[in-house]
């Protein structure tokens, strides 16, 4: 499709274990964002990949959550050792270099047990 | 640190009605605001856009105040319609990187 893809959709697993989630940006769009919305809340920044710039980091809250960017464009998000705080919908985004807007998937909804 | 926030979080509006979606920033630096729409299970979706140097923009049935004296930006929907209904969130951002976002709104429209 013409939009940001991102999989699962949904993904149940237990506390401790290891997941990552995968995000497919528009073509042609270099800049990709990775965020958290914790359920009633807005979206909270976790980490941005430009191009071949060194990806801003700034916003993932522990050193379990890991992202790679292979080729300059499909994305994986790794939460290792997931703990149940981490139950929250992943959403990614892409834009061209240097602009706006930011063109959202549907996201991957985490439940740990 | 500095975050964008909303007056309302709730606002419901009869079928027809124009609908008024009110943003406070704090951050005087952001540059470009932005407007979007999240229905239940989908990612946001872009209404509409504005950058620091504009007062108003106008898009189909959607137009976005920004009054930088104050810090306040708003969505203003016209003739609200029942596919209307969902949760705006608006976002704020400095030098094109990633966006700060407020909690949202749920707009629900009566009918």
């Known amino acids: 499709g013409a939009g940001v893809s991102q999989s699962p959709s949904n993904k149940v697993t237990e506390k401790g274990k290891d997941v990552e989630l995968r995000c497919d940006p528009i073509?042609?769009?270099?800049?990709l964002y990775w965020y958290r919305q914790s359920l009633g809340q807005g979206l909270e920044f976790l980490i941005y990949?430009?191009?071949?710039?060194?990806?801003?980091k700034s916003g993932l809250p522990s050193d379990r959550f890991s992202a790679e960017r292979t080729g300059g464009s499909v994305s994986t998000l790794t939460i290792q050792r997931t703990q149940q705080e981490d139950s929250a919908v992943y959403l990614c985004?892409?834009?061209?270099?240097?602009?706006?807007?930011?063109?959202f998937g549907d996201g991957t909804r985490l439940s740990i047990l | 640190g500095e975050s964008v926030g909303l007056h309302l979080p709730t606002l419901s509006v009869q079928e027809g009605d124009n609908s008024i979606i009110n943003c406070a920033y704090s951050?005087?630096?952001?540059?470009?605001f932005i407007w979007y729409k999240q229905e239940s299970g989908k990612g946001p979706q872009f209404i509409i856009d504005?950058?620091?140097?504009?007062d108003k923009r106008q898009g189909q049935r959607v137009t976005v105040l920004l009054n930088k004296t104050v810090k306040h930006l708003s969505l203003q929907i016209a003739a609200t319609q029942p596919g209307d209904s969902a949760v705006y969130f608006c976002?704020?951002?400095?030098?094109?990187?990633?966006?700060?976002f407020g909690s949202g709104t749920q707009l629900t429209v009566l009918p």
């Open positions: 985004a892409s834009s061209l270099e240097g602009q706006q807007p930011q063109h």
């Open positions: 073509s042609g769009h270099t800049a």
């Open positions: 990949f430009q191009g071949n710039s060194a990806p801003d």
């Open positions: 951050n005087s630096a952001s540059d470009y």
């Open positions: 504005i950058r620091s140097n504009m």
């Open positions: 976002a704020e951002n400095i030098y094109t990187r990633q966006l700060t």
